[in-house]
């Protein structure tokens, strides 16, 4: 036996999973408070004690970490027009697992400098501009971020011609450039503002955050969860050199505060002679629902699906389930612990896998011009994806989530969302994926083989 | 030097699906010398504005095909200038307006709109080049 464990300190908990990587398998897993405020090693230590009570005394030969733990990598960006940079630096910090908590867009004024102060990001990631194209306003929003202070790293993936420029007038900063995340107008050039994002979280935050602790015990605290996950994944759809993966797939995890999809597809027109509108999708994507959760962010799911949709599937009253919601949104902490308030929760949770499924696929839309109909996509078709990977805290404690899931498939009422026609769905009950996604790192066979066993043995229908 | 290139940014207005001409004026501009960002078909007018602020482009040139040309460059002068475009030259060209009409009178209202030039069916690029050479003060 080699076993291995895989921590992920979440901003609650902290998750522990142990598993074989010799006969690849689950050993166990087990969770207990995250400590960050004091020693993030008590969690851990106890979170352990309850995995070896399982499983006996383990010898492991690798532990491994990912991290959403004192707030995750909290991130602010900051680039040229909505639709184009701006977006590509959102796109590119989800994809590098961060929280976005906001992007800007165009040139920074009193009250966002104001904002961003009162903020004190762990990344700023500055991008704005083309290469060759517009300087103007990422050099002054490099001007406004040097008026704030303050001692967060500053990512420049901006116009190359303003770069230099931008570092100057940082001066004093910890400033880094790297390659445009919009190199050409329509060009999404992730991957290396993502590498820099990922040198800085491994070099810098994670000791900013007391998790450098920890970090002495393990072999180090690779990624952030989200990472993590996105990692797992893909070695789902894609496989490795010697196993087959499933395919394409999305994955919800309807959380307390916000709503994580992820999609593994490269998302084009079924008809090649559809149009392709906006920016262009990234393979394995990532979208956060900010307003979108099952407890701090209650009612955003009422507020985005309405109350008497949601009432109706509930099967409760407009006003019941008006008052569930308050109380829910009171006391974050709830279960619910009547028929009543289970049913209002499951509502709950399928209208937010909607909306947010709904917010992350694409759309086509139709178009009568004079040469007859032209169809027109933008976003990710998602029509033909056949797994849908369910995970979060909320979803994985029901005996309905295979009733829940469904509300983010193709809806005959919303006929031009992209959403996956006919759907396996998988749940990740032994919550395990972020681990899987750590483990990849190192060994993808034994990873891929214990997600397979885990996520096909339970398709959510009980 | 990269930047001494003249930025265009080009594509076909409205619903017009008409891909070939606009093709052609992508590789006419950019063998004149000039950086050529090409929307394609289906343009909108924010999509114009969006891509030229990006760029920091010197010129928007609009092509149309089917006739709806005046409605759909509509108003694409006053977005520019709301948007800090206002020193963005507009030149728009095809078949912009319905049926048989004398150009002239085309031309002063595209003028009217806010558009530096228009240009009848069947201009040969080198015409369109001549005059971005002439208006961007490019050199030969």
Redesign the interface.
């Known amino acids: 036996m080699k076993p291995v464990l895989l921590i992920d300190f979440g901003s609650t908990y902290t998750k522990v999973t142990a598993v074989d990587t010799d006969a690849p398998r689950l050993l166990g897993t087990a969770n207990s408070y995250t400590t960050v405020q004091t020693d993030i090693n008590n969690g851990l230590a106890d979170a352990l004690r309850r995995l070896e009570q399982q499983t006996g005394k383990l010898d492991f030969c690798a532990r491994y970490a990912c991290s959403s733990a004192a707030g995750g990598l909290r991130m602010l960006a900051s680039g040229?027009?909505p639709?184009?940079?701006a977006e590509a630096a959102k796109t590119a910090s989800l994809g590098a697992g961060a929280k976005v908590l906001k992007t800007y867009a165009f040139k920074l004024n009193e009250d966002d400098a104001d904002e961003i102060k009162a903020t004190n990001p762990d990344i700023f990631l500055l991008v704005?501009?083309?290469d060759?194209?517009?300087?103007e306003c990422i050099i002054h929003n490099a001007k406004v971020l040097q008026e704030i202070g303050g001692d967060y790293p500053i990512i420049l993936a901006g116009n190359r011609?303003a770069a230099r420029t931008c570092e100057k007038i940082l001066e004093g900063r910890e400033v880094h450039i790297t390659e445009n995340v919009?190199p050409?107008?329509?060009v999404l050039n992730t991957e290396p503002v993502q590498s820099e994002i990922r040198e800085v979280f491994l070099n810098r935050i994670i000791r900013a955050k007391g998790l450098s602790k920890a970090a002495e015990l393990i072999n180090g605290i690779l990624m952030p969860t989200p990472s993590a996950v996105m990692k797992a994944i893909r070695l789902l759809a894609e496989g490795t050199e010697t196993q087959k993966g499933v395919g394409d797939l999305v994955a919800v995890d309807v959380g307390g505060a916000t709503t994580d999809v992820y999609s593994v597809a490269e998302g084009l027109p079924d008809d090649p002679r559809t149009?392709l509108?906006g920016l262009p999708e990234p393979y394995v994507k990532r979208t956060v629902e900010g307003d979108i959760g099952m407890r701090y962010s209650i009612k955003g799911i009422v507020d985005a699906a309405g109350l008497k949709a949601t009432a109706e599937v509930a099967g409760l009253s407009e006003e019941r389930l008006a008052e569930i919601v308050e109380r829910f949104a009171a006391h974050t902490d709830l279960l619910p612990d009547d028929d009543e308030t289970q049913r209002a929760d499951e509502a709950l949770a399928s209208m937010a896998v909607r909306v947010a499924m709904t917010r992350h696929a694409g759309r086509l839309s139709e178009?009568?011009?004079?040469?007859g109909l032209?169809l027109?996509q933008t976003g990710k078709n998602l029509l033909n994806v056949e797994r849908f990977i369910v995970t979060g805290g909320s979803l994985i404690h029901t005996e309905h989530t295979g009733r829940i899931a469904s509300y983010g498939f193709y809806d005959e009422a919303d006929p031009t969302s992209l959403k996956p026609k006919r759907c396996e769905v998988l749940v990740d009950r032994s919550y395990i994926i972020a681990a899987m996604g750590l483990l990849s790192e190192y060994d993808p066979d034994a990873a891929l083989t214990i997600l397979k066993e885990e996520l096909m043995k339970d398709d959510g229908t009980k | 030097m990269?930047?001494q290139?003249k930025?265009l940014v080009i594509g076909v207005i409205?619903?017009?699906?008409h891909a070939v001409g606009n093709q052609i004026l992508y590789h006419a501009f950019t063998d004149a010398g000039f950086?050529v960002?090409n929307?394609?078909?289906?343009v909108s007018q924010e999509e114009f504005i969006?891509?030229a602020?990006?760029?920091?482009?010197d010129a928007i040139v609009v092509s149309s095909l089917?006739?709806?040309g005046e409605l759909d460059c509509r108003g694409l002068r006053e977005k520019c200038d709301e948007a800090g475009l206002d020193h963005v030259l507009l030149y728009v060209g095809g078949n912009i307006v319905i049926g048989k009409q004398p150009f002239d009178e085309v031309e002063k209202r595209f003028k009217a709109m806010g558009f530096d030039r228009s240009f009848p069916p069947g201009t040969p690029p080198e015409v369109d080049i001549a005059a971005l050479k002439e208006d961007l003060h490019v050199e030969d």
């Open positions: 040229l027009v639709e184009l940079t704005g501009g083309t060759g194209g517009n300087t011609n919009m050409s107008f329509g149009a509108r178009i009568f011009g004079l040469g032209q027109v | 990269e930047k290139k930025t409205g619903a017009d699906v950086n960002v929307l394609g078909v289906m969006n891509a602020i990006e760029t920091n482009a089917y006739g709806q």
